[in-house]
């Protein structure tokens, strides 16, 4: 989710839906608004995706990103959509998606508080095989994602593994080989902002160059044709390599 400008301007405390609380903004994008939200009656934090005015005005697209994360329920990456409510923001009904909270942040901001504002190949390539690892349950339940980045990648570190989340999941039609391609493609550019980009990318160590492969698609493609191909490369190549 990018860091665009918040158009719904909700207050702390405000009740939303049936149940909820505002606690704060977590982030917004083209689509709408995330919020942390709790109900009074448990406790329990939530996350709210509300969607911006006229963008859902039939609630079609979030019943389509309902389905979508209804149907990857079992994926670790993914955060479970509970149900939908109907928010009135200044007298326009909205639509907002309710689903679990994620603790984590995201990806860019923890990339942005490291040394440098860059990862060392070794932690980059251990965010990377969590993130393949997510992905490939993704596409083998049939699914894509389509926008894979560092702004839509919440991370939490657990000792020496690192929990992600994928949000803003797309829904633009079927599946297909070159979607899911796709995010191959993404997973590695990913990677290549992980540890520091263009700058720093002639001094990384040859595993990092051999999947980013100069961020040339034909090359990556060639190399790995699913995720699959470079989940089996990142759990086969030899660490003497990382010299």
């Known amino acids: 989710m990018t860091a665009a400008p918040d158009p719904l301007h909700l207050a702390n405390g405000r009740k939303i839906g049936s149940r909820y609380e505002v606690q704060g903004l977590i982030g917004a994008g083209s689509e709408g608004s995330v919020y942390r939200v709790m109900d009074p009656a448990t406790g329990i934090p939530r996350a709210a995706k509300i969607f911006r005015p006229g963008i859902d005005p039939r609630a079609r697209r979030s019943s389509q990103h309902a389905r979508k994360l209804n149907s990857l329920r079992h ?122 980009g263009r700058a720093h990318y002639a001094k990384q160590p040859e595993p990092v160059r051999h999947i980013c492969a100069g961020l040339q698609h034909k090359r990556i493609l060639q190399r790995f044709p699913t995720l699959h191909a470079l989940n089996a490369y990142l759990d086969s190549f030899a660490w003497a390599s990382m010299r």
């Open 75 to 196: 994926c670790a990456i993914v955060l479970q959509y509970l149900h939908s409510e109907t928010v009135n923001v200044r007298g326009q009904k909205l639509t907002a998606m309710i689903s679990e909270l994620c603790e984590g942040v995201p990806l860019q901001v923890f990339i942005d508080s490291q040394p440098g504002k860059r990862l060392p190949p070794y932690m980059a390539l251990h965010v990377l095989a969590a993130l393949v690892d997510g992905l490939v349950e993704v596409h083998d339940a049939g699914e894509y994602h389509a926008d894979v980045h560092t702004e839509n990648i919440l991370i939490q570190p657990r000792g020496v593994r690192f929990d992600l989340k994928l949000i803003d999941f797309y829904e633009w039609g079927r599946t297909t080989r070159g979607k899911q391609q796709q995010d191959t493609l993404d997973s590695v550019r990913v990677l290549y902002d992980m540890v520091g």
